[in-house]
């Protein structure tokens, strides 16, 4: 147990030497992505509210709605982890060779280095409501408590798994398919969608929202983020964590039957 | 070591027809292929052997190592390679095995070498002190220490090269799997490695399987050698051996005195079952069948003024060449 731990441990540093080597990237990343999505959120809300002379959008201020749009994309982001496409990849360019010849699991090391990603975003959001805070202050809207953070850390532990686990089974459908981009885009959109990275699930009619806490998306955006800015009551935070849990286990059964099955048709490019 | 009975192994293959019309057709039907890349392969090799698996392109080189290194798994018949099924892919097993494919890269791009390495440190748990003294001596034989905090990507082939040997070697594996080791490497690099590997062998005494289209590597490293044709084994035994069974012709060279020549009848004294391969006034080489050597001999020596007259083998590897082609 603690030689695979001090495995997990070297893949995950390894991981973070290599994304740390390439610094324009790791710059532009941070601070572009945070400009463009809270930009279009500043123009576009900012339109709506002064249109409307409305102060609050369902339960949102714009100050309130603006630190939404800050939180959803790094949340977001420190849930994905790493960029999609490296598993399909590796089977695709059959570079998996290697993992099958090394004596390591290929999924326990891909979620390594994908956790390598979650906690480099993870400092990135950090770093970013720091400066949010020094520079225009929390909005009294939202009501911050240990306990939520605390809920929305798990919450947030629960989704990272469970996002790698689900993008992990469909990428593997590249065992077949060879290229599987088009359904991970798929996949990626309807998390921005249907998890509230572009509009707040609170603005959905409410049939959607209820069914939507059924889905997976909701718990890789909307939940977290809800949850650290003390919106979701405590009834939600259990019904949350359970249905992450069911997904979580659903995923892994998945993930376990197309990897054992798809293995099966890997020939490592080249006959 | 290594033991493999009546392995078969067969891949689909997606057919397409060229161009745009076959694309768009593809989309709605494809057609498959059923092709056999293994036809009741049958091979053992012992420790401390290198074996030189030799075929033409798609023989099914790859395709058998891969199944051996447990990559791949077999259609049927039966494998053990350390008394391990290699398509359970134990972790037992994985860590007494290596395979290095020189067309393809298996460190880390983006990491320098001596990253790649503390992660396989890891990976084969291999103690700090062992690491340390097998490192330093695996790099310094190579003559690539000082590049060893370089990026992987910055490297020249052949010292990426080095570093993927020194990656399948710092665990000390039981088995060996090169495949094409020395392709695309200059005439040095191609040396350092084959030295390096036969310094391996004698070292550690592992049992090794070696894919190669350069004859110099079989050459120089394989005592016995298998070839493949078709997915089938045509021949298994000592390399030297192989002229003997295989040979068809020998080759007559004459060391000619210019001065004293007036014709060259090449076709003449060859005959019309001989190739001649080169005729000049200094020198007349002539490819004849076996059975016909002393023969053509005789009449070089009766017509020409030689000064030196020598019969030879034909060249092993255009023999194992014609073996491959099934001549």
């Known amino acids: 147990m603690r030689e695979r731990i001090r495995f997990l441990f070297s893949v995950f540093t390894m991981e973070l030497r290599r994304i740390l080597s390439y610094r324009v990237d790791f710059w532009i990343q941070f601070l572009g992505s945070i400009a463009a999505q809270l930009g279009v959120a500043y123009f576009l809300w900012r339109a709506i509210f002064d249109q409307r002379d409305i102060e609050r959008i369902g339960e949102f201020s714009f100050p309130g709605l603006m630190l939404y749009y800050l939180l959803a994309p790094l949340i977001g982001r420190t849930i994905r982890g790493a960029e999609m496409g490296s598993i399909s990849e590796e089977i695709y360019e059959g570079t998996l060779t290697r993992y099958l010849i090394y004596p390591v699991s290929f999924f326990r090391y891909k979620f390594a280095s994908h956790l390598a990603y979650t906690s480099l975003f993870l400092a990135q959001a950090g770093a970013a409501m720091l400066l949010f805070g020094i520079f225009f202050g929390f909005p009294d809207d939202f009501v911050f408590s240990p306990t939520s953070l605390f809920v929305a850390i798990v919450s947030c532990v629960l989704a990272t798994y469970l996002y790698f686990a689900l993008i992990a089974s469909i990428e593997s459908v590249a065992f077949w398919a060879d290229n599987v981009w088009s359904l991970v885009v798929i996949v990626r959109f309807a998390t921005g969608l249907f998890g509230g990275a572009m509009i707040p699930l609170s603005l959905f009619p409410s049939w959607a929202q209820e069914l939507l806490v059924f889905m997976p998306f909701a718990y890789f955006i909307s939940f977290p983020v809800r949850t650290v800015l003390g919106l979701n009551a405590p009834e939600a935070w259990i019904r949350g964590l359970l249905v992450l849990i069911g997904w979580s286990c659903a995923a892994t059964l998945v993930l376990g039957v197309v990897w054992n099955r798809g293995k099966y048709r890997y020939t490592g490019v080249g006959i | ?327």
Not at chain 2, 3 to 13: G, H, I, L, R
Not at chain 2, 41 to 52: D, M, N, Q, R, T
Not at chain 2, 86 to 101: A, C, G, N, T, V
Not at chain 2, 108 to 131: G, H, K, N, Q, S
């Open chain 2, 1 to 327: 070591m290594i033991q493999a009975q009546n392995v078969s192994k067969t891949f689909k293959v997606h057919l397409k027809a060229p161009g745009l019309k076959g694309s768009l057709k593809a989309l709605f039907r494809r057609s498959w292929q059923t092709k056999q890349a293994l036809k009741e392969i049958s091979l053992s090799v012992k420790a401390g052997e290198i074996v030189g698996l030799l075929g033409a392109n798609g023989a099914g080189k790859t395709t058998l190592v891969k199944i051996l290194a447990g990559i791949l798994y077999p259609n049927s018949g039966h494998v053990r390679v350390l008394d391990h099924d290699p398509w359970q892919r134990k972790d037992e097993f994985r860590r007494q095995i290596s395979l290095i494919m020189g067309q393809k890269q298996q460190l880390w791009w983006d990491l320098p070498a001596a990253d790649c390495f503390l992660l396989l440190r890891e990976i084969y748990r291999i103690p700090p002190t062992a690491y340390q003294r097998d490192l330093e001596y695996l790099a310094e034989t190579l003559g690539v220490t000082n590049l060893l905090t370089t990026q992987i990507r910055r490297l020249s082939l052949g010292e990426r090269m080095k570093m993927e040997l020194i990656a399948a070697l710092l665990h000390q594996p039981r088995i060996v799997f090169l495949d094409e080791p020395t392709i695309g490497l200059d005439i040095t690099a191609q040396r350092a490695i084959r030295s390096f590997i036969l310094q391996y062998r004698q070292t550690h005494n592992p049992a090794m399987i070696l894919t190669s289209h350069y004859m110099e590597d079989i050459r120089n490293l394989c005592k016995r050698i298998v070839i493949l044709r078709k997915g089938e084994v045509v021949y298994d035994g000592l390399l030297s051996h192989v002229i003997d069974e295989f040979a068809t012709a020998k080759i007559v060279s004459a060391r000619l005195d210019p001065d004293r020549i007036t014709e060259v009848a090449s076709l003449e004294i060859s005959g019309k079952r001989g190739e001649v391969l080169e005729s000049t006034p200094e020198l007349f080489r002539v490819k004849v069948p076996k059975d016909r050597a002393m023969e053509c001999s005789r009449g070089i020596l009766e017509r020409l003024p030689v000064v030196d007259l020598n019969i030879e083998d034909e060249d092993v590897g255009s023999i194992i060449e014609a073996i491959q082609r099934a001549e």
